[in-house]
T-cell receptor
């Protein structure tokens, strides 16, 4: 079973920050939090990952709570092209650990 | 970044025929590849883990004789849907995590573009 829970859907106004929450209270101490997104009929796209510290890259920021039970993906200035299903996943940083997807959050960016 | 390529991107076949889908890691070596299936408006469902040089590991409920997986090299895994039926129509996606290079360092899972199978 997936180790994370996310709201099924969210809306965000274009140009505003999109904050996508994820609960992962059952992931182990050495499992990373990975975020992916899937635009309709395409393969998932990697966004960002982290273990304990907050992370930022050109796509997004990842805020992980100190107890590691939850995190928030932040898209600072959402555009229409950010409309997608976003998946939060807990997994080891290895080449062999299988990755189980939950239902994800369907984000709709509204003009 | 690392790239995973699938072929074909879409295929239509008659019921009872077999279809092979290829998954290649283009710029990194992948000892392990994963095959997912996705039905409309649903999440990705892991079907099996493909291990280079050994048998694939199938998830519960996935028929190994129906979905044949071969991982003959560090850059290629194939999924063959045997005796396909309309209920096998789906979006099949492969992914890989590397053993060297960028993918191996980050543990990032790279995905192919997906292959849409329609069985008539």
């Amino acid at each position: 079973d997936a180790k994370t829970t996310q709201p099924p859907s969210m809306d965000c106004a274009e140009g505003r920050a999109a904050n996508l929450p994820c609960n992962h209270s059952t992931i182990s101490g050495n499992e990373y939090v990975y975020w992916y997104r899937q635009i309709h009929s395409q393969g998932p796209q990697y966004i960002i990952h982290g273990l304990k510290n907050n992370e930022t890259n050109e796509m997004a920021s990842l805020i992980i709570t100190e107890d590691r039970k939850s995190s928030t993906l932040i898209l600072p200035h959402a555009t229409l092209r950010d409309t997608a299903v976003y998946y939060c996943i807990g997994a080891l940083k290895t080449s062999y650990d299988k990755v189980i997807f939950g239902p994800g959050t369907s984000l709709s960016v509204i003009p | 970044g690392a790239v995973v390529s699938q072929h074909p991107s879409w295929v239509i076949c008659k019921s009872g025929t077999s279809v092979k889908i290829e998954c290649r890691s283009l710029d990194f070596q992948a000892t392990t590849m994963f095959w997912y299936r996705q039905f409309p408006k649903q999440s990705l469902m892991l079907m099996a883990t493909s291990n280079e040089g050994s048998k694939a590991t199938y998830e519960q409920g996935v028929e190994k004789d129906k979905f044949l997986i071969n991982h003959a090299s560090l850059t290629l895994s194939t999924l063959t849907v045997t005796s396909a039926h309309p209920e096998d129509s789906s979006f099949y996606i492969c992914s890989a995590r590397g053993i060297s290079g960028l993918a191996g360092i980050t543990g990032e899972l790279f995905f192919g573009e997906g292959s849409r199978l329609t069985v008539l």
